[in-house]
């Protein structure tokens, strides 16, 4: 067990549809980053965010978007869903900015299914 | 971040050593080795990191050559439970930590 838990483990929904992925990182870590997994695409970095503010973008999409509040929880959202977004989507937290050496904890994924 | 290089897939009976290769002969002097493995579909688990100097932990060691141009990951006793995929990845620890997975190694433990 990482520390890091994500909700919910199982998403299945339609074409054109909103959904919100939810994370809560390890107890103290101040990052977060969101990572998609596709059977085509492999693991790619999405986004991060340090102490609430954006640190670091990747290949996400517009459709996407993501936050961090105040009690450091972070939640990524989804719109307008198409079949091609179908992936394990992770949360990894860590207790760094990005200075120097760090580990990155994972989360056990959200599964989402777009029919 | 310097790309990486790894053999796609590899086997080793369980018990012996499982040696990890990883080429990364762009790498520059402030990247570091990091190792992460992905069993089935879970998320990544951190395994070990290093910058010039071989690194041990309870779960592996990590051998980086001496011009840093490649690295061995060393599981000393492999279970069934260390079949996974095997990711090496360099990053330059500046402003952003985003790891950049490659394609990484499918390790097959078999007894």
């Known amino acids: 067990d990482s520390g890091v838990t994500q909700t919910p483990k199982h998403l299945i929904t339609a074409t054109g549809q909103r959904v919100t992925l939810r994370c809560s990182p390890r107890?103290?870590?101040?990052?977060v980053y969101w990572y998609q997994q596709s059977l085509d695409q492999g693991l790619q970095f999405l986004i991060q965010?340090?102490?609430?503010?954006?640190?670091a973008k990747g290949n996400i999409l517009e459709r996407f978007s993501a936050q961090q509040f105040p009690d450091l929880h972070s939640e990524l959202n989804l719109s307008s869903l198409e079949l091609g977004d179908s992936a394990l989507y992770f949360c990894?937290?860590?207790?760094?900015?990005?200075?120097?050496?760090?580990?990155?904890?994972f989360g056990p994924g959200t599964r989402l299914t777009v029919l | 971040d310097a790309k990486t290089t790894q053999p796609p897939s590899m086997d080793c009976a369980e018990g012996r050593a499982a040696n990890l290769p990883c080429n990364h002969s762009?790498?520059?002097?402030?990247?570091?080795v990091y190792w992460y493995r992905q069993i089935h579909s879970q998320g990544p688990q951190y395994i070990i990191h290093?910058?010039?100097n071989n690194e041990t932990n309870e779960m592996a060691s990590l051998i980086i050559t001496e011009d840093r141009k490649s690295s061995t990951l060393i599981l000393p006793h492999a279970t069934l439970r260390d079949t996974a995929v095997y990711y090496c990845?360099?990053?330059?620890?500046?402003?952003?930590?985003?790891?950049?997975f490659g394609t990484g190694t499918r390790l097959q433990v078999f007894p």
């Open positions: 290093g910058l010039k």
């Open positions: 990894a937290s860590s207790d760094r900015s990005g200075q120097g050496e760090n580990e990155q904890f």
């Open positions: 107890s103290g870590d101040l990052s």
């Open positions: 990845i360099v990053r330059v620890a500046i402003n952003t930590d985003k790891l950049i």
């Open positions: 762009t790498i520059s002097g402030n990247e570091y």
């Open positions: 965010y340090y102490n609430g503010e954006e640190r």
